[in-house]
C-alpha cells in the first residue's frame, strides 16, 4: 500500500494536498458519456430509461428520448 502511494505522489496523479493517498477522481462528464454509451449498446428500450431516470437533465438524456422514439416505430 505505500509503494501504491509514493508512486502516485511521484507521478502527480494525485490531488493537491491529499500528500499522494487518493487519485485524481474522473471526469464526471466522461462517465456520464461513457455510461449513456454502454447503456444504449444494450439496445433495450429499459437501459435507455435506465439512463433518462439517473440523468434526466443531461443533454445526452434527450438523445435517449429520441432512441426511445424509434422503439414506438
Known amino acids: 500500500m505505500a509503494s501504491t502511494c509514493l508512486v502516485l505522489a511521484a507521478a502527480g496523479e494525485a490531488p493537491a494536498g491529499t500528500g499522494g493517498i487518493m487519485a485524481k477522481p474522473s471526469d464526471p462528464e466522461k462517465a456520464v458519456q461513457a455510461e449513456y454509451e454502454n447503456l444504449?449498446?444494450?439496445g433495450t428500450r429499459e437501459a435507455l430509461e435506465l439512463?433518462?431516470?439517473r440523468h434526466p437533465d443531461h443533454p445526452l438524456?434527450?438523445?435517449?428520448?429520441?432512441?426511445l422514439k424509434r422503439f414506438a416505430k
Open 40 to 42: 444504449k449498446s444494450k
Open 51 to 53: 439512463f433518462i431516470a
Open 61 to 67: 438524456a434527450d438523445r435517449a428520448r429520441d432512441e
